[in-house]
Nanobody, 123 residues
């Protein structure tokens, strides 16, 4: 599956953004999906994940209650709704497809990555 992320931009603290990740390929609806982010000088970290059906989700503690991951298998798209953004959310955000059906938070479980979209949150 090939992934194309979009929706990043420059916003102020407290604002919202919605990231989208469009997938091509037949395996999208049978793959768990995830969002990760990488800030300058830091390692890539888990943000959110969703199972193939969308029934199960998981979030990093730092974004719980503010971010929501969802997917539309009819559109081959996964979303990340980000509310109450903070300057520490500034990073390049990547979507990724997992080898399995279920939720995963482990980078090595993901086999296909989008190109990343930059989110910058000013204070």
């Amino acid at each position: 599956v090939q992934l194309q992320a979009s929706g990043g931009g420059l916003v102020q603290a407290g604002d919202s953004l919605r990231l989208s990740c469009a997938a091509s390929g037949r395996t999208f609806s049978t793959s768990g999906m995830g969002w990760f982010r990488q800030a300058p000088g830091k390692e890539r970290e888990f943000v959110a994940a969703i199972s193939y059906s969308g029934r199960t989700t998981d979030y990093a503690d730092s974004v719980k209650g503010r971010f929501t991951i969802s997917r539309d298998n009819t559109k081959n798209t996964v979303y990340l709704q980000m509310n109450s953004l903070k300057p520490e959310d500034t990073a390049v955000y990547y979507c990724a497809a997992a080898r399995g059906l279920l939720v995963s938070t482990i980078i090595s479980d993901f086999f296909s990555w989008g190109q990343g979209t930059l989110v910058t949150v000013s204070s």
